[in-house]
Each structure stands twice: as structure tokens, then as C-alpha cells.
């Protein structure tokens, strides 16, 4: 991270929960069955990567008339999609997976239209219009339709297994996954798309006072921040700070195929301080030692403003974790049922105990970015 001593490692704790099951929203297309709208329940798949589709989808009781209101929103604007299957849904979308003439698509219609998620939505719809024109050094998902005003976007169905099915993975990736998927974050981080194509999604100063003003961050982290902050905007004055950043890129968010990784869900994409999607993937391979170590490097190697342009990134990212966890954690206490963090992982749901194991390795982590942060500001 900073220097040998003070580099942010990984802490050598595992979770030993049973492993996921299920898959992610965009799992290798199988020969489909043909598409049949009624009652019936989705059959499992075989696994990940290899989820067939069922064939059936439940259009019963309230959840069926908001399936049927999805549906009839993607044929506005794909009348050839034919629906096979429901990927995933929460209270704020629904993933559908179908055929559109030969091939197979994903559809992702907005439930919950409140402004903020469907500015999140229209981000993302802008996000694939732009690869239309400007096509990034990474393998993206083609755009078939998309209709920003109702939140409602069909891209192709891409061949691959997410390379981890939760938001923090239970158990450490392949290597060669890491390897493959840090590969993949690099290429695009150097990308320069044209500009006003991207904004930037993360007001920096602000978030730092909001999470000081949630008690989230200490009087100190909020002085320490705010003297890395002035110090890379005295430095990006010179040589130009920003970086273009997929902005979540967590595992669960990246195929792995035999062409190489396939990024999707660009929600956030934008500029960045340099080290945004370094500082979430080392947020979620806390038991992965050498990969973090590596990450660490590769943040510090392009000198010490982009090693604390990293380290801010990574105590805003660690603390928006901590906030997510800690409320799933004060839920499942109170509910009997299984509770879907506020930015809850595709794939299975930690469990309680699963959900305060994690939290106290986030915390473990924060400590050592906040040790890492005092000594890069203790060398300005």
C-alpha cells in the first residue's frame, strides 16, 4: 500500500459457511426450452456457468402482474424477445433471461422508479450507448434495445461464469481469475473515452463529510482525507488526475469466458481518482493475501499521488461496505427472515452470522487503510 510496512495485506481469517449456490445474472447461455408464459416454478440450474433455462416462468398473484408490466415494457421497444426465465429480482428490478430470434438476451426492467435508481439505470443505458460508438479495450455485452425514460434495457446473454457469486466471495477465486480479471480492470483504466461521454459519479469531498457526519469516519480520517485530497488536486492540477473507472468492479460483476473477462452492470461508470476499481477489488479478496498485495503495488507503482488517490478510494469504499453490513446485520437481529443488504451481492445472501463475520473483517481492513492513510500523509 504505502511502503513495506504499512501495505495494506490481507488478514488471515476465512468464513467457513457452506458455499453459494445459484449464479449471477449473466451465467453462460444453454439450449433454451421454448418460451412458455404461465404458471410453474423456474427449475434450478445444474450451476454456475451452466444454468440451463427452464422454460416457464410464474406469472401468478402480484409478483406475476409485475412480471407481466416488465414484459410488456421490453416488448415496447424488443418486440422479438421472447421471455424464458427469471434470472434475478428484488424490490428494485427484474432480470429476464430470452430469446431474440436465435440468440439468447437479458432484460433488466426497473421496479422501483424512484429518482435514484432510475438515474442509476439511465447511467447504465448510456454507459452501453456509448460502447456502441466508442468500444472499450474489454469485452462488454452488445446493446440490442433500451429505453432510459421507463428503465428498461435488453443486452446480449454472454458466455462465461461470474468469476465469484457474491459480493465478498466465501471462499478465495482461482488465480487465475484474479489474474484475468486485474488484467481486464487495468486495460480499462487506462481507456480514454471522449469527452462529456462520462460525468463523474462520486463527489469525493462530499461523501467524506457525509460519512464524518454519520460518525462513520473519526475527526482525524476526516482531516487526514481532506490533506490527501488537497494534495492530489495541487498534483492533478499539473498532470490531470482522473481515471476512467467501471465503478463496481466487484467479482460477481465480471465473467470469466474462454475469449477473457466480460464486465457488466456499468451503473457507475465514470471518472475517478485513479485506483477506484483497484480499491473495490482489494475490498472484497480479504482472504486472498497475495492478490491484494499485488493490487497494493500496482496502486503505488504510478507514484505517491496515485497511491493516495488508492487510499482514499479504498477508505470510502470500506466504509460504504461497513454502513451496507452493518445494517443487514441490525435487520437480521430484528427479522426472522433472510435480509438483502442495501447493496446486496447477485447470487445467495450472506447469512447473520455469515453477515457479522464479514463485517468484523471489514473493520479489521478499515484499521489498516486508516494506518496506511496517516502515513502517506505523515510523508506530504
Known amino acids: 500500500m504505502y511502503a513495506a510496512s504499512s ?37 434450478r440450474g445444474a450451476g454456475a456457468g451452466t444454468q440451463p433455462l427452464s422454460g416457464r416462468i410464474d406469472l401468478s398473484g402480484a409478483q406475476g402482474a409485475q412480471l407481466r408490466t416488465a414484459i410488456a415494457s421490453v416488448h415496447r421497444i424488443c418486440p422479438e424477445f421472447a421471455p424464458v426465465q427469471v434470472l434475478r429480482r428484488s424490490g428494485r428490478s427484474v432480470l429476464l433471461v430470452g430469446m431474440t430470434g436465435r440468440s439468447t438476451a437479458v432484460a433488466k426492467c426497473l421496479l422501483d422508479h424512484s429518482p435514484a435508481w432510475a438515474e442509476r439505470v439511465r447511467h447504465e443505458i448510456a454507459a452501453y450507448r456509448s460502447f456502441v460508438r466508442h468500444r472499450p479495450p474489454v469485452r462488454v455485452p452488445r446493446l440490442i434495445a433500451a429505453d432510459p425514460d421507463n428503465g428498461t434495457l435488453v443486452i446480449e446473454r454472454m458466455p462465461g461464469r461470474p468469476a465469484a457469486l457474491r459480493r465478498h466471495p466465501l471462499e478465495v477465486p482461482p488465480r487465475a481469475d ?61 498532470q490531470g488526475m482522473g481515471q476512467f473507472c467501471h465503478g463496481d468492479a466487484l467479482l460477481s460483476n465480471i465473467l470469466m469466458s474462454p475469449a477473457g473477462p466480460v464486465l457488466v452492470d456499468w451503473e457507475h461508470a465514470g471518472w475517478y481518482l485513479p485506483g477506484y476499481d483497484l480499491a473495490t477489488l482489494w475490498s472484497v479478496l480479504g482472504d486472498a493475501p497475495v492478490a491484494r498485495r499485488q493490487i497494493s503495488q500496482l496502486a503505488q507503482s504510478q507514484g505517491p499521488a496515485a497511491r ?73
Open 308 to 380: 493516495d488517490a488508492f487510499l482514499v478510494n479504498l477508505m470510502l469504499v470500506l466504509t460504504r461496505e461497513i454502513r451496507t453490513y452493518e445494517t443487514a446485520v441490525q435487520r437480521s437481529m430484528q427479522e426472522t427472515a433472510p435480509v438483502t443488504p442495501t447493496a446486496a451481492p447477485t447470487g445467495a445472501v450472506p447469512s447473520g452470522e455469515e453477515q457479522r463475520l464479514l463485517l468484523r473483517r471489514l473493520h479489521d481492513d478499515c484499521q489498516l487503510a486508516r494506518r496506511a492513510v496517516r502515513a502517506a500523509v505523515g510523508t506530504r
Open 7 to 43: 501495505s495494506v495485506s490481507a488478514p488471515q481469517r476465512s468464513l467457513h459457511p457452506r458455499p453459494a449456490a445459484g449464479g449471477g445474472p449473466y451465467l453462460a447461455p444453454a439450449r433454451p426450452a421454448a418460451p412458455v408464459l404461465g404458471a410453474g416454478r423456474a427449475r
Open 178 to 238: 484474479i489474474r484475468a480479471a486485474l488484467g481486464a480492470l487495468c486495460r480499462l483504466n487506462t481507456w480514454r473515452p471522449p469527452a462529456g461521454t462520462f460525468d463523474a459519479p462520486l463527489d469525493y469531498a462530499a461523501r467524506i463529510s457525509r460519512y464524518h457526519e454519520l460518525g462513520l469516519l473519526t475527526d482525524r480520517d476526516l482531516g487526514d482525507l481532506q490533506k490527501l485530497l488537497h494534495g492530489i488536486a495541487h498534483t492533478a492540477g499539473r
